[in-house]
């Protein structure tokens, strides 16, 4: 069982930048695929990035946040973060971090068995 904790969320005006935090414990996988999904207001929840934290391959990314967010990681504090600049008011969301083995299908929740409690991220015009 991963346990995941999420930090960093804020209110923030629009072409800010903002630093998500989720800090894994208790059991991990060597590699595991990390990502962050976001629920805007009634809207679905979506993945907005993910990597594999084992390392040797690359990073994941939906297509409206590509050059602006980046997904990391420290792995010895086992804590994957996403950096988020130029923020618009479309980002406005909860922000999940959640984790599975690999990055297959990464963009499909069902397929998380572990997620942080999620963060708010508001972004104000």
């Known amino acids: 069982q991963v346990q995941l904790v999420e930090s960093g969320g804020g209110s923030v005006q629009a072409g800010s930048s903002l630093r998500l935090s989720c800090a894994a414990s208790g059991y991990t996988y060597r590699g595991n695929c990390r990502a962050w999904f976001r629920q805007a207001p009634g809207k679905e929840r979506e993945g907005v990035a993910a990597m594999y934290t084992g390392g040797g391959v690359g990073t994941y990314y939906t297509d409206s946040v590509k050059g602006r967010f980046t997904i990391s990681q420290d792995v010895a504090k086992n804590t994957v973060f996403l950096q988020m600049s130029s923020l618009k008011p479309e980002d406005t969301a909860v922000y999940y971090c959640?984790?599975?083995?690999?990055?297959?299908?990464?963009?499909?929740?069902?397929?998380?068995?572990?997620w942080g409690q999620g963060t708010q991220v508001t972004v104000s015009s």
């Open positions: 959640a984790a599975k083995p690999t990055c297959a299908a990464w963009t499909a929740m069902s397929l998380y068995n572990s």
